[in-house]
């Protein structure tokens, strides 16, 4: 486990379709080590605080590895933190990461809260209408962080895995009961049960469960 780049960025305007809508997408990698406090790192923020931001999604974390794979379906190389993420990291897979694991990063202790969920301004950062659908098809959609030690983090600091949970729900099996209408029950039920689930996915998990 790596971390290749720590990137920030404050909202700007993003062109969609015939109008300007404001984001956070467009981060670029900072140089020095920044402060991780319990809502984000130092000079990053959000447009829509609504669905982006707060503690369950202070850090945005997405596999390297999925770079090639995505120049390829796009037909154009990407720019660092491509999609828009605080961390791009190596050997963090979805399939190889559990929500509830714990990390040391650098100076902060991080947990996987939840998947990323992408919104319409990833499809509009490369004017790819399909592009958010294909995150949720491929499932290479990266995931949360929430902080629970704040502290300095940089490009070369140490990223290490420190506790992995016993329900050992990975968030490629997250994102699968989120979005499958096969899901069963007892899927449902454990998933909403994780108490470090993010309460934004909690919600409507239980929701489902009130209707089966």
Known sequence: M??????VGKPADLPYGKK???????????????????TGFEGD????LVHHGGEDKAVCVYPYEHY?????????PLPQAAFGENITAAGLLETDVHIGDIFQLGEAVVQISQPRQPCFKLAARYNEPTLVSL???????????RVLTEGKVGAESR?????????AITVEEANQTMKKKESSQE????LADLEE???????PLLKRLQTL
């Not at 689930?197 to 919600?203: F, T």
């Open 187 to 190: 899927e449902i039920k454990k």
């Open 2 to 7: 790596k971390v290749l780049s720590v990137n």
């Open 45 to 48: 923020g959000q447009a829509d």
């Open 68 to 76: 090639i794979y995505w120049a390829e379906t796009l037909g154009r």
């Open 159 to 167: 990223l290490e895995r420190i506790h992995i949970h016993p329900a």
């Open 197 to 203: 689930l993010a309460e934004s996915w909690k919600k």
């Open 135 to 145: 995150v949720d098809e491929t499932g290479y959609t990266g995931f949360y962080f």
């Open 20 to 38: 300007i809508v404001q984001s956070g997408i467009q981060k670029a990698p900072v140089q020095q080590a920044i402060f991780l406090s319990k």
